[in-house]
């Protein structure tokens, strides 16, 4: 990868921590829903960018593919393959996996 390649994820990841701590004390102070459903989908729009980012050419690797499977597990610990099988084209690809 190239210095500006490694600076650029550096910076999306550092904007998605800073995004999710705004989640966290948002739901603290129990801001309304409507706000946090717009934190919720910048969150998932900027995972989004940093894993097109990593799945692309010329970062394209293993190793990208291993930074994407931590991005998801630290943001989105909780899911259960249970809450994915809920939609049917979903569940036909996860019964082929």
């Known amino acids: 990868m ?7 994820l550096i ?5 998605i921590k ?8 948002s ?7 409507f706000v946090l459903n717009q934190y919720e989908a910048k969150k998932l729009k900027m995972i989004g960018s940093i894993i097109s980012e990593l799945a692309n050419p010329p970062i394209q690797s293993m190793e990208s593919y291993l930074l994407i499977q931590k991005i998801l597990n630290k943001y989105y ?10 939609d ?5 690809i996860i019964a082929v996996i």
Do not use: H, M, W, Y
């Open 88 to 92: 049917s084209d979903v569940s036909k």
């Open 77 to 86: 610990p909780n899911i259960d393959n249970g809450d994915l099988a809920s």
């Open 11 to 15: 910076d999306l990841v550092e904007e």
């Open 27 to 33: 739901r603290k102070k129990k801001t309304s829903d």
């Open 18 to 25: 800073k995004l999710d701590d705004l989640i966290t004390q």
């Open 2 to 8: 190239k210095k500006v390649e490694v600076l650029k």
